[in-house]
Nanobody
């Protein structure tokens, strides 16, 4: 079992930055790939970024490539999402998830409750 708790969301102006954190409990954190997803009102949950267990493989959605950076610290059981140059269209509820290194949300085994990111224009 892995329990995930996101933090770091908030309200920011366009062009600003936020750093999301996802703290995991459970001894098997380092064996999972970790992903970030987001869901805006009325839209489907979409893939943002994912990182494998060692940090050696990373995948980004085209919409965030060059602006967002995913990283993890296995010693702290935490995965991060550094978000720069934020745009109003990045507004969403952001979730972290543990599972395989894929972009499909339904392949992930464990989910956090989400943290809200709102970008004003």
């Amino acid at each position: 079992q892995v329990q995930l708790v996101e933090s770091g969301g908030g309200l920011v102006q366009a062009g600003g930055s936020l750093r999301l954190s996802c703290a995991a409990s459970g001894r098997t954190f380092s064996s999972y790939a970790m992903g970030w997803f987001r869901q805006a009102p009325g839209k489907e949950r979409e893939f943002v970024a994912a990182i494998n267990w060692s940090g050696g493989r990373i995948v980004y959605a085209d919409s965030v490539k060059g602006r967002f950076t995913i990283s993890r610290d296995n010693a702290k059981n935490t995965v991060y999402l550094q978000m720069n140059s934020l745009k109003p269209e990045d507004t969403a509820l952001y979730y972290c998830a543990a599972g395989p290194l894929v972009t499909m949300f339904n392949a992930y085994d464990y989910w956090g409750q989400g943290t809200q990111v709102t970008v004003s224009s």
